[in-house]
């Protein structure tokens, strides 16, 4: 995959695949890639950390949506390809569309059905709470004018999702205008 100086927003509900598709990309062949996990941005808040999906978190959102931003562009512009994965919705966007590099923004979408029972399944401290898993998987399903930008992957492998994202962001299939 050639595509340095440029970044991939990997977005979804929980258990959509995302972090699954995003090491498989950055382990590609081809430009230099950078994968950064969204979740680990708000793990660095060891203090007063308010869980993202509460309301009362607006404020940390957007300081680690800014952080990831700007994290993500200075490795862009140092020469990769840089892979977001996250639960980043079109409200956390702001950050990405006024960066100078292109950037493409994808949402993977599967089952609702899927994604419960994956997270449900991954141990850990994962999220695995069905109701929460089910908000922001309708908070992702309500796109307006980025519902052009959702890959369908239900009934697909991880290969074969991979495979998909690859493809489109090559197309530019899923490019945001700024």
């Known amino acids: 995959m050639e595509n340095a100086g440029e970044i991939l927003v990997l977005t979804g509900a929980p ?3 995302k972090t699954t598709a995003a ?3 950055a382990s590609e062949p081809g430009s230099p890639k950078v994968h950064l996990h969204a979740d680990d941005f708000w793990h660095f808040i060891k203090n007063g950390a308010i869980p993202p999906h509460l309301p009362d978190a607006h404020e940390q959102n957007a ?8 994290v993500a562009h200075r490795f862009a512009k140092g020469g990769y390809f840089v892979i977001v994965d996250g639960i980043i919705g079109p409200w956390f966007l ?14 993977m979408r599967p089952a609702l059905e899927d994604a419960i029972r994956r997270c449900q399944t991954r141990g850990g ?9 089910t908000s922001l998987y309708h908070q992702l399903s309500s796109l307006g004018e980025l ?10 492998t991880s290969d074969e999702t991979a495979r998909a994202v690859v493809a489109s962001v090559q197309a530019g299939a899923f490019r945001l205008q700024a």
């Open 125 to 133: 401290k994962t999220l695995s709470d069905p109701e929460v898993i």
């Open 15 to 17: 258990g959509s695949g």
């Open 63 to 70: 300081v680690v949506m800014d952080a990831l931003a700007t």
């Open 147 to 156: 519902e052009t930008h959702v890959l369908a992957v239900d009934g697909k």
């Open 23 to 25: 090491q498989a990309i």
């Open 94 to 107: 702001g950050p990405f569309r006024h960066l100078p590099v292109p950037v493409h923004y994808l949402i």
